[in-house]
């Protein structure tokens, strides 16, 4: 079983930046795709951002230009790195992997990103 751990949330200010990071129990060489997902009350879950293992990146529209996923297969973590945040930035910030298409989905607990003044 995959494991992620999310970390790096936090209270922010409008235009400041944050970044998340992803801890994976595994290699995370090993894992096809992984991806970062938000979600706020009343509001579908949706992909902020995703990488595979061929280091193609995919974001959502509004996020593009702002926010940079990554990954450090020394360190089995995923980032996020989040620039000129707006409050309709504020979500629960989910990591996830998959180690093939159709297969298995792996979540972490998620990590509380507030966009604040």
């Known amino acids: 079983q995959v494991q992620l751990v999310e970390s790096g949330g936090g209270l922010v200010q409008p235009g400041g930046s944050l970044r998340l990071s992803c801890a994976a129990s595994?290699?995370?060489?090993?894992?096809?795709?992984m991806g970062w997902y938000r979600q706020v009350p009343g509001k579908q879950r949706e992909l902020v951002a995703g990488?595979?293992?061929?280091?193609?990146?995919n974001y959502t529209d509004s996020v593009k230009g702002r926010f940079t996923i990554s990954r450090d297969n020394a360190k089995n973590t995923v980032y996020l790195q989040m620039n000129s945040l707006k409050p309709e930035d504020t979500a629960v910030y989910y990591c996830?992997?998959?180690?093939?298409?159709?297969?298995?989905?792996?979540w972490g607990q998620g990590t509380q990103v507030t966009v604040s003044s």
């Open positions: 996830n992997g998959g180690y093939r298409l159709g297969g298995n989905v792996y």
């Open positions: 595994v290699n995370i060489a090993s894992i096809y795709a």
């Open positions: 990488i595979i293992i061929t280091g193609r990146t």
